[in-house]
């Protein structure tokens, strides 16, 4: 399928790995221009050059190093390109912990992370992508926001406040814009983040890595953790113009694990 995204031009944050990287490569296969940053230069580098072999020939890859949290990391991004038609908003997930353990400061360092920073990228993108009369917004959150998980009260609070916003604004006049906002909620995938998670449950209970990765597949209807090719594409298409009419939505890609109906 033709994604009719050629050209067009995307910001994808933490693209050095994971899951943003997934997303880069899909969108620079579907011959998208990508500016990608992330924190570590090295890393961002090496997935640059990646992007530049595989991706399609006429897809030019930019990157810069910096901390998209920060506004000197966004003014950073900004003095490279002001314009974009497609933003995927990503950053770490906060540390996974016990509630009594996190203070102000670590509450504030999460939501400034997982909600106030993909709010400010929206607001310094999607009137210009409104002028143009085409945009996409994919944020990547979290499984956690339909099924919050106990250890993760960090994320479980932000992602959920950025959600409450993005169904707000998706509804506005952007709509009838071409500017579509979209949340994409990852379940387990096989990322460096999946590994520190789980290797905060097996230091908890004092079982191996494996034995409790093991254990998480084996409550996955799809018996496997995702990988991020997959997450990219399903990235790819709510940034592509068959998904023109999808908006304000949470698209969960879990496997299968969320039990509910709705």
Not at 77 to 94: E, K, L, M, S, Y
Not at 121 to 142: C, H, P
């Amino acid at each position: 399928m033709n994604l009719g995204i050629a050209g067009k031009w995307a910001l994808v944050c933490g693209a050095s790995k994971g899951l943003g990287l997934g997303c880069a490569q899909a969108l620079a296969a579907e011959g998208v221009h990508v500016l990608i940053v992330a924190r570590g230069e090295p890393a961002l580098q090496a997935a640059a050059a990646q992007l530049r072999q595989a991706g399609a020939a006429t897809a030019e890859v930019q990157c810069v190093a910096a901390d998209i949290t920060t506004e000197a990391g966004r003014a950073a991004v900004f003095g490279v390109r002001q314009d974009f038609d497609i933003v995927v908003t990503n950053a770490g997930g906060p540390p996974p912990g016990d509630f009594r353990d996190w203070d102000r400061e670590a509450w504030i360092k999460a939501v400034d992370a997982n909600m106030l920073t993909p709010i400010e990228l929206i607001k310094r993108t999607v009137d210009g992508m409104a002028a143009r009369g085409f945009g996409r917004i994919v944020n990547i959150t979290s499984s956690s926001v339909k099924a919050p998980i106990d250890i993760l009260g960090l994320s479980n609070g932000a992602r959920s406040g950025l959600t409450g916003f993005v169904a707000g604004v998706a509804r506005t006049k952007l709509a009838a814009s071409g500017v579509t906002l979209n949340n994409l909620l990852p379940g387990a995938f096989d990322t460096d983040r999946l590994r520190g998670t789980m290797q905060g449950a097996a230091t908890k209970t004092g079982q191996p890595l494996e034995a409790v990765m093991d254990a998480r597949r084996k409550n996955i209807p799809a018996r496997r953790f995702g990988t991020p090719e997959e997450f990219g594409a399903i990235c790819a298409f709510l940034c592509s113009q068959h998904a023109a009419y999808i908006t304000g939505q949470n698209v969960l890609a879990d496997g299968g694990a969320y039990p509910g109906t709705y």
